[in-house]
């Protein structure tokens, strides 16, 4: 697994991280389906990719707070095609990734979530979203086609 290191002259320069985290979203999708697929497919980041994951916060009352991704979330979109060619190359370049497809708008717990994706062959997905993370060069490449979200 890669590893995601700053790279930093000094603590006023900015930080430029070696890895991407990123979504792809389908570019017709609902406002409140493009929040409730970001907040799903970004949470398993961390579970498999550790590093991701920066300190616990804590306010000026010693308040803590849980840990966030330590780097920024980048938000891109395209076509239902986009989406299919940048899974294949997610694939190909065995990038952790995590996927939503259609049909999981229509279920309400996990383990019918993951029958869903379970009983469609990696090919026929029908995707609405998805997160990869790794090396910023490969993320770039699986991406390629996509536009940033505004």
């Not at 995590?98 to 009983?119: E, H, K, P, Y």
């Amino acid at each position: 697994m890669t590893t995601t290191t700053e790279t930093t002259t000094d603590e006023s320069a900015p930080v430029r991280f070696d890895t991407k985290i990123a979504v792809l979203l389908r570019d017709d999708l609902e406002t409140w389906q493009r929040l409730n697929v970001t907040a799903f497919v970004v949470s398993g980041l961390g579970t498999v990719a550790p590093e991701v994951i920066g300190e616990p916060y804590a306010d000026a009352d010693g308040t803590a707070y849980l840990p966030m991704f330590r780097q920024p979330v980048l938000i891109f979109e395209g076509t239902k095609e986009t989406l299919t060619t940048a899974h294949g190359r997610a694939l190909s370049r065995a990038l952790p990734r995590a996927v939503f497809t259609s049909d999981l708008f229509g279920t309400g717990n996990d383990r019918d979530n993951r029958a869903a994706v379970r009983a469609v062959g990696a090919d026929q997905l029908d995707l609405v979203g998805m997160a990869v993370y790794g090396p910023r060069n490969a993320v770039d490449k699986v991406l390629k086609g996509a536009r940033m979200h505004h």
